[in-house]
């Protein structure tokens, strides 16, 4: 098979990503302040996400070119 080594370090920086839940008794003042966090988080979680499915589509294009029985 076609294997890249930068791969590893995709893997790796998906298992690092710490999601914040807030909480539902919250009285913080800062609630937009933290709503807008989240949706960045969120922005950002998508970004990696498209960034793995086009990296695994190119990775697959290349295997396909190499071999066309795989």
């Given at each position: 098979?076609?294997?890249?080594?930068?791969?590893?370090?995709?893997?790796?920086?998906?298992k690092?990503?710490?999601?914040?839940?807030p909480?539902?008794?919250s009285?913080?003042?800062?609630?937009?302040?933290?709503?807008?966090?989240?949706v960045?988080?969120?922005?950002?979680?998508e970004?990696l996400?498209?960034?793995?499915?086009?990296q695994?589509?190119i990775e697959?294009?290349?295997?396909?070119?190499?071999?066309?029985?795989?």
């Amino acid at each position: 098979g076609l294997i890249i080594p930068n791969s590893k370090k995709n893997i790796l920086a998906r298992k690092n990503v710490v999601t914040s839940r807030p909480s539902v008794f919250s009285n913080d003042s800062s609630s937009e302040e933290d709503a807008h966090k989240e949706v960045n988080a969120q922005i950002h979680r998508e970004a990696l996400k498209k960034k793995v499915q086009k990296q695994t589509k190119i990775e697959i294009q290349k295997a396909l070119e190499q071999d066309a029985t795989v």
